[in-house]
Nanobody, 119 residues
Framework: QVQVVESGGGLAQPGGSLRLSCVAS????????MGWYRQAPGKQRESVAN???????NYADAVKGRFTISSANAKNTVYLQMNSLKTDDTGVYYC?????????????WGPGTQVTVSS
């Protein structure tokens, strides 16, 4: 069974920084894509950033230039460095990893970590 767990959320002031981490554990044979999503109160979940196993990255326009996604594939770990935080960045951040955990590829999600940006 595969488990995905996020960490690193918390409270930050506008202009501050936070670093999120996400680790997948269990019976994992291969990784394809890892990504971060967020959901603000009263809004739909949206993609923030993703990274492929060969290092290609993609960012939402709202976070370009402020957030950086990186990964340690051998550790089934993905990070999200968030700088110059804004109040609009507040929400629950979820990690998703596309993994080969058995006979087929599947998307595995973590329970989420709260990020609050407030003065």
């Amino acid at each position: 069974q595969v488990q995905v767990v996020e960490s690193g959320g918390g409270l930050a002031q506008p202009g501050g920084s936070l670093r999120l981490s996400c680790v997948a554990s269990g019976r994992i044979f291969s990784i394809n894509t890892m990504g971060w999503y967020r959901q603000a109160p009263g809004k739909q979940r949206e993609s923030v950033a993703n990274i492929t196993v060969d290092g290609r990255t993609n960012y939402a326009d709202a976070v370009k230039g402020r957030f950086t996604i990186s990964s340690a594939n051998a550790k089934n770990t993905v990070y999200l460095q968030m700088n110059s935080l804004k109040t609009d960045d507040t929400g629950v951040y979820y990690c998703s990893q596309r993994l080969l955990g058995g006979l087929k590829w599947d998307d595995y999600w973590g329970p989420g970590t709260q990020v609050t940006v407030s003065s």
